[in-house]
């Protein structure tokens, strides 16, 4: 397999670097940033070229790894490069943008949520997907087979695909990631001006404010541009909080032991319920539909049993010797998600077995 | 040296079990829970007695680990019941209201910046105070032979004593962890209720998400005390924060890029600032200042210090033959802080030097 990569950044090269040793494929890179393309080029994850043009001429799939602010752009000129079979994917953390400005059957908005805080090629490194969850958000414009494509594709480099649509991924994002982001941010202004008035230094406090600001401050070069694609989601939430705040602080002035208790006993339920329940243990069965080979037939199951918390582990399509239909087969956890599963097929009008 | 420790969950249990191990110590205890005494007792930590009067009939040092809302009045009884020789100390997470609550030349209140997520004298452990910070908040009012004590004794179970006010004390506490609980609550209540919305599980995030939520819900027995106690300190910051916070969501809904960028750039300074430069490299000198023996002067002494910022490192009194005067030796950070801290000291009016 030939692929581009568009950004050679941390994310850009950690995929080349991925796809050289786990597949054996080689990748070509363009980058507009002179020095980034030659780290890139050191590390030997993949072969430079001279513009976005070259990078892509011989490319089966081209990720796109450029600031959020620039993908959608981007997308759209790799687009009208490449030819109608090649993949064109992307690794924006926001992706309503990318995904409403390129609805095209060859195109996949994703985001691997995986990261370093250093970023570079010089810190990029073939297993930085090993179990991450990577989201893909088709649309009904999707080619299913490219969806499939993305989907093994990313298996292949170690991390767990998981499709949604555009609009829940920026929400959800803006909740287990934005938001901590500001919040993180908050706490050390915060903390600097509290230790700065009072005269004392940090505390060896053990790891929980460590823990608590770990995020705080990450460049602006990337979350400036974070912020702004996903205000919207990011400003409901805030005035949220802000209410939120706003009653613990009136519970505390009128000294309501049992409300201020209350408050607390969610937020531990919460806790239990998100973050240590929530670790499944997956025990998965495959589910056979048949299908009408036409674009977004894919997609849109996907995007269903995401919908309704399916967490879909595997997918194959196979297209049936008239190409007229094909079959596809889904891996999701036994039980009771399977049998939703099954139900939720079945009411958009296939025929669906487990297998 | 015998100890008492009032109250035998994790941290009193863990206390017991550091002196027995680093100070060859032995220790009665009491607790008004019959099971938490049987644990402590079969952890070999203490010898269980049948009172809180017989636990501190035959101690040297009384260590109070009971909930931050009894602490002043538990304090009050030892107090009451120990001769004119006994070090009483306590380790609540709040320390206004008991040390203000007990203004006697025998008490010290401390603070230990350690814990652990699950309590109890089960996983008490000897070296849970190992180099972590443990605050001690004199007043005018304690003896300088017992705040040498407790600093010396604190020292040898492993940990970093630090001597600051109360006032100090619970600004710096509310501002390092209390905000962060509040925000770990927030922050997995808010993400229940999108994730419930949007019927996904919660992604595999890597550590962000999990690191800013890790002390969500922390137990309501010991937290809705520790809010109340700080309710006004906590109160101040969450009217600072939550303009902040529509401060920032203002930036969002006028698309500022500037100003976002500005506010970023601040949280990624005071992040260094805090975080990156502010683990200090010591090397300490020591100081030499002569003193009256009277109660509370090196108390006022090591408050100034802390007040200063100055990092109080380890500290000695030496009585002379007359007891009428004494020497005190600290042990500061060399170079600019030892130079503030001659000049404070001198301030004071007292005879100082480097040794």
Not at 19 to 38: I, V, Y
Not at 133 to 141: A, I
Not at 205 to 213: A, E, L, N, Q
Request: charged fraction near 20%; aromatic fraction near 4%; proline fraction near 5%.
């Amino acid at each position: 397999m030939r692929l581009a990569i568009v950004g050679t950044g941390l994310i850009g090269c950690s995929v080349a670097l991925a796809a050289r040793e786990k597949l054996g494929a080689g990748a070509t890179g363009w980058d507009p940033d002179p020095d980034s393309l030659a780290a890139a080029a050191e590390r030997g994850a993949l072969t430079p070229t001279a513009s976005l043009a070259d990078a892509v001429a011989q490319a089966e799939v081209v990720f796109v790894a450029a600031p959020v602010a620039e993908l959608g752009q981007i997308v759209e000129q790799v687009l009208s490069l490449v030819g109608p079979d090649v993949l064109v994917t992307d690794v924006g953390s926001v992706k309503r943008g990318v995904v409403n400005a390129n609805r095209d059957p060859r195109f996949v908005g994703g985001h691997p949520l995986a990261g370093r805080e250093i970023g570079g090629a010089a810190h990029a490194q073939p297993d930085l997907f090993e179990g991450a969850t990577w989201y893909l958000t088709p649309t009904e414009t999707t080619a299913g087979v490219q969806l499939e494509r993305a989907f093994r594709l990313l298996t292949d480099l170690g991390a767990r695909p998981r499709v949604l649509s555009a609009e829940v991924h920026d929400q959800i994002l803006a909740t287990v990631s934005h938001l901590p982001h500001v919040f993180a941010n908050l706490l050390v202004t915060e903390a600097g001006a509290t230790l700065a008035a009072e005269g004392e230094p940090l505390p060896a406090i053990g790891p929980s404010f460590r823990d608590s600001t770990r995020v705080a401050g990450a460049p602006s070069s990337i979350w400036v541009d974070i912020y702004r694609a996903n205000s919207d989601a990011i400003v409901e939430r805030l005035r949220r909080v802000e209410a939120d705040l706003a009653k613990f602080r009136a519970m505390l002035e009128a000294d309501d032991s049992d409300a201020i208790k209350d408050w607390n006993e969610l937020a531990a339920a919460e806790h239990r319920r998100l973050l240590v329940e929530g670790l499944d243990s997956e025990k998965t069965t495959s589910i056979s539909v048949r299908v009408p080979n036409q674009s977004g037939v894919l997609a849109e199951i996907a995007l269903t049993l995401g919908g309704a918390g399916i967490d879909l582990t595997d997918l194959q399509l196979h297209p049936a010797a008239d190409r007229a239909t094909g079959t596809i087969v889904l891996w999701v956890p036994q039980g009771e998600q399977a049998e939703r599963a099954i139900g939720l097929i079945a009411e958009l009008g296939h025929s669906v077995s487990e297998v």
